[in-house]
T-cell receptor, first 115, second 111 residues
Framework: EAGVTQSPTHLIKTRGQQATLRCSPI?????VYWYQQALGLGLQFLLW???????NRGNFPPRFSGRQFPNYSSELNVNALELEDSALYLC??????????????FGPGTRLTVL | EDKVVQSPLSLVVHEGDTVTLNCSYE??????LLWYKQEKKAPTFLFML????IEKKSGRLSSILDKKELFSILNITATQTGDSAVYLC???????????FGTGTRLQVTL
């Protein structure tokens, strides 16, 4: 069974640009989560999508946004990039829907570097 | 604000040693606690703990949750160099379906 996949592996952008990161969940999983792991910090929850809708977001500014497609894959968009956005962005998927707490399985991440 | 604290921050042991990693939490509406191992990038799932006092075991790894004292431990016996990684503790809270992570414990196992 294929795991969670993410693309690209690495992304280099300059300040002010926009970045788009992609995630494909494990087959059969409907929920996708995005986390940011900055150097020296723990994973910080960004966004949760389920059945095509944003269900919850963490304490991040609105320039972090995303969407989930009918095939349950997801995109994370970061607008007006700032230097401190440089981090590993991890996507996870699970069977969870509201009220259930199933294990989240992680992809390999996208390393975003903002110059 | 929900908080998950792991200790120690880092640990160096010799192959064959036994280690205990700690995770304490202060959260509202606790649902479950998860342990992950992160070697290069993708955290890989180890255990999910929901009930107090019930040990979960997988090979040389085991974990237990104490919901009264709000902590969990992860034990690794007979450590091997392949156990070198960052071990992450995370807690599910409320109905948000989001995980709150600790900053992790970096374990290095030397020959």
């Amino acid at each position: 069974e294929a795991g969670v996949t993410q693309s690209p592996t690495h992304l280099i952008k300059t300040r002010g640009q926009q970045a788009t990161l992609r995630c494909s969940p494990i087959s059969g999983h409907t929920s996708v989560y995005w986390y940011q792991q900055a150097l020296g910090l723990g994973l910080q929850f960004l966004l949760w999508y389920d059945e095509g809708e944003e269900r919850n977001r963490g304490n991040f500014p609105p320039r972090f946004s995303g969407r989930q497609f009918p095939n349950y894959s997801s995109e994370l968009n970061v607008n007006a990039l700032e230097l401190e956005d440089s981090a590993l962005y991890l996507c996870a998927s699970s069977l969870a829907t509201s009220g259930r707490y199933d294990t989240q399985y992680f992809g390999p991440g996208t390393r975003l570097t903002v110059l | 604000e929900d908080k998950v604290v792991q200790s120690p921050l880092s640990l160096v042991v010799h192959e064959g040693d036994t280690v205990t990693l700690n995770c304490s939490y202060e959260v509202t509406n606790f649902r479950s606690l998860l342990w992950y191992k992160q070697e290069k990038k993708a955290p890989t799932f180890l255990f999910m703990l929901t009930s107090s006092g019930i040990e979960k075991k997988s090979g040389r790894l085991s974990s237990i949750l104490d919901k009264k004292e709000l902590f969990s431990i992860l034990n690794i016996t007979a450590t091997q160099t392949g156990d070198s990684a960052v071990y992450l503790c995370a807690v599910f809270t409320g109905t948000a379906s989001k995980l709150t992570f600790g900053t992790g414990t970096r374990l290095q196992v030397t020959l």
